[in-house]
T-cell receptor, first 115, second 113 residues
Framework: NAGVTQTPKFQVLKTGQSMTLQCAQD?????MSWYRQDPGMGLRLIHY???????DQGEVPNGYNVSRSTTEDFPLRLLSAAPSQTSVYFC??????????????FGAGSRLTVL | GENVEQHPSTLSVQEGDSAVIKCTYS??????FPWYKQELGKRPQLIID?????GEKKDQRIAVTLNKTAKHFSLHITETQPEDSAVYFC????????????FGAGTQVVVTP
């Protein structure tokens, strides 16, 4: 199993550009989520999904969009990048509520810089 | 919604000593409390977790204790080693908002030889 795969690992954008961070998992996890990590602020939940076709907002959803058309993929879209979105982004997944397995498996992270 | 406060933000310990990190949560309905370790430049990884029906859980040199009345839980690392140097995050999960993991701000632990 590859686990949780994120691409790209690094990205530099100009203000106003759009881009998509990709996340894929091969563990048949129902739950997938996106976090951003900023110094001194821990991991903050952006969006999450409890299954294909179901998404919901987390703590800091503004400026980001998600969709979940398959169990494996959960892309995060930045609609119009702003310097405040400079951060390290982590995708994480788990089996889901029904299974009672709450352990998150994280991807390697994507470092985004917005100029 | 749930709020998790984590203290201290930094912790320096001598090798062989113990380290304790404490987290306080606000929602009494929270029932799952994991701890994640993140080494420099790496992804967070679960090291131990506890559910609300248990007061303490141990795994070798690490342990987690839960005080539901006071709404706080703590990570204890005994006989610290240089490889314990990392950022540690606590988190909580509430059944009614399953999926909305709430993380603490993190504790930078430095173990000096």
């Amino acid at each position: 199993n590859a686990g949780v795969t994120q691409t790209p690992k690094f990205q530099v954008l100009k203000t106003g550009q759009s881009m998509t961070l990709q996340c894929a998992q091969d563990m048949n996890h129902e739950y997938m989520s996106w976090y951003r990590q900023d110094p001194g602020m821990g991991l903050r939940l952006i969006h999450y999904s409890v299954g294909a076709g179901i998404t919901d907002q987390g703590e800091v959803p503004n400026g980001y969009n998600v969709s979940r058309s398959t169990t494996e993929d959960f892309p995060l879209r930045l609609l119009s990048a702003a310097p405040s979105q400079t951060s390290v982004y982590f995708c994480a997944s788990s089996y889901g509520k029904i299974s009672g397995a709450n352990v998150l498996t994280f991807g390697a992270g994507s470092r985004l810089t917005v100029l | 919604g749930e709020n998790v406060e984590q203290h201290p933000s930094t912790l320096s310990v001598q090798e062989g000593d113990s380290a304790v990190i404490k987290c306080t949560y606000s929602d009494s309905a929270s029932n799952y409390f994991p701890w994640y370790k993140q080494e420099l430049g790496k992804r967070p990884q679960l090291i131990i977790d506890i559910r609300s029906n248990v007061g303490e859980k141990k795994d070798q040199r690490i342990a987690v204790t839960l005080n539901k009345t006071a709404k706080h839980f703590s990570l204890h690392i005994t006989e610290t080693q240089p490889e314990d140097s990392a950022v540690y995050f606590c988190a909580s999960l509430t059944p009614d908002s399953w999926g909305k993991f709430q993380f603490g701000a993190g504790t930078q632990v430095v173990v000096t030889p």
